[in-house]
């Protein structure tokens, strides 16, 4: 199965339905360009080829979602995100 990599130019999700943090994340970067991953049917179709793909990107085994990367880089779930996002839009905010 062919997956998609994480866009290297700006925010990328790998999410799932039922998944609250998923949710959580998709709300907090409703502003921004998001690539939104639906990993639903990868994790039906081979779970565990999926997980290793996602492995070799990420560096690392990592089997818990939202999977999260900003320009191609990891960030991590939801509540690696929302610290960083808010730093960074302080940040932004202190520019004007």
Known sequence: MEYE???ATNYTIYSKSGCPSCSKAKT?????EVLLI???EFLIEDKEDFLEYMMTIIGK???MFPMIFKDGKFIGGFSDL???YEKEQ????LEF
């Open 5 to 7: 990599p994480p866009s």
């Open 61 to 63: 085994e990592y089997r």
């Open 28 to 32: 907090l970067l409703k502003n921004e």
């Open 90 to 93: 302080a940040s932004k905010n």
């Open 82 to 84: 929302k610290p960083m």
């Open 38 to 40: 639906d990993c639903d």
